[in-house]
C-alpha cells in the first residue's frame, strides 16, 4: 500500500470515527437500553477477532495479529455454549429480537468505532473473522489470507455493501448466476453446502478491495464508493 494510501486512509478512520463516536452518545443509550430489555445479559460483547496478517511459517501455518472487537450483543448470552465457535448465519436462531434490528440496519457495530480509532480496525477493509475460524478457511480456500495483508478489517466494505451477511450473492445479481462455478467449480456432491462456500465469493470482493488501495486514483473512488453506499444498505437492511 503507497503512503499517500495509508496516510489518507487514517485520516479517513480517525475523522469517521470521531463523528461515529460524538453520533452514538446521544443514540447509544438508547440501544443499549433496548438490548437489556430484550433479553438477560451484558449489552456489549466483546469478542477475539483477526486483525493484519503477520507472517506464515515454514509449516504453511498463518499468523494473524488479534484484538478484542466490540459491538452490541445481539445473540442471546453464551449463544456459543451448545454449538462452539461456529460462523452467524442468516436467521439465526441465536439472535434476540432487537439483535435483529441491530443486525439489519449494522447499528450492532456502532462501538467498533471504538476500534477504529485505536488503530485496531479501519472504518473499510474486509470484514474480521474470528482466529480459529481465519486459520481454517485459510486451509481451505487458497489465497483467503491475502484478504488482510498490508490492510486492516472494517466495520464495513466493499463484500460487505454487495453481499449478504454469510457472503451469499443477492438473488439475481450477476455474481449469484456464477454462484457455483465459483463455489464447487468441481461438482463434487460431498462438497455442496460447504462452510467455506459463501467466503470463497467473499473472497473475491475482498480482493478486489485491496488491490484498490495498490493505487491512489482507484483507492481513492473505492473508499468514497462505499461510504455513500453503506447507509444505503443500513436503511434497506441488506443482507442480514
Known amino acids: 500500500m503507497p503512503c499517500s494510501v495509508r496516510i489518507v486512509k487514517r485520516s479517513f478512520d480517525l475523522a469517521l470515527s470521531l463523528i461515529g463516536l460524538i453520533v452514538s452518545v446521544v443514540l447509544g443509550p438508547f440501544l443499549a437500553l433496548a438490548v437489556l430489555l430484550d433479553s438477560p445479559g451484558p449489552i456489549f460483547y466483546r469478542q477475539r477477532r483477526a486483525s493484519a496478517l503477520k507472517e506464515r511459517t ?41 439483535g435483529r434490528f441491530l443486525r439489519k440496519t449494522r447499528l450492532d457495530e456502532l462501538p467498533q468505532l471504538w476500534n477504529v480509532l485505536t488503530g485496531d480496525m479501519a472504518v473499510i477493509g474486509p470484514r474480521p473473522e474470528r482466529p480459529e475460524l481465519l486459520e481454517n478457511l485459510a486451509l481451505a480456500i487458497p489465497f483467503f489470507e491475502e484478504r488482510l495483508r498490508d490492510t486492516k478489517p472494517g466495520i464495513t466494505g466493499l463484500a460487505q455493501v454487495c453481499l449478504g451477511y454469510s457472503g451469499r450473492a443477492p438473488s439475481g445479481s450477476p455474481v449469484a448466476l456464477l454462484e457455483h462455478a465459483l463455489t464447487n467449480p468441481y461438482g463434487l456432491a460431498q462438497a455442496e453446502g460447504a462452510l467455506a462456500d459463501d467466503m470463497r465469493t467473499k473472497l473475491l470482493f475482498d480482493l478486489a478491495y485491496v488491490a484498490a488501495l495498490e493505487r491512489f486514483r482507484t483507492f481513492i473512488v473505492m473508499e468514497l464508493w462505499i461510504i455513500v453506499r453503506t447507509p444505503w444498505v443500513m436503511l434497506q437492511g441488506v443482507g442480514r
Do not use: I, S, W, Y
Open 58 to 98: 515454514a509449516a504453511g501455518r498463518c499468523v494473524f495479529a488479534e484484538f478484542d472487537m466490540l459491538k452490541f450483543r445481539t445473540m442471546h448470552a453464551d449463544a456459543e455454549k451448545q454449538t462452539g465457535v461456529v460462523l452467524a448465519e442468516e436467521n439465526d436462531p441465536r439472535v434476540t429480537r432487537v
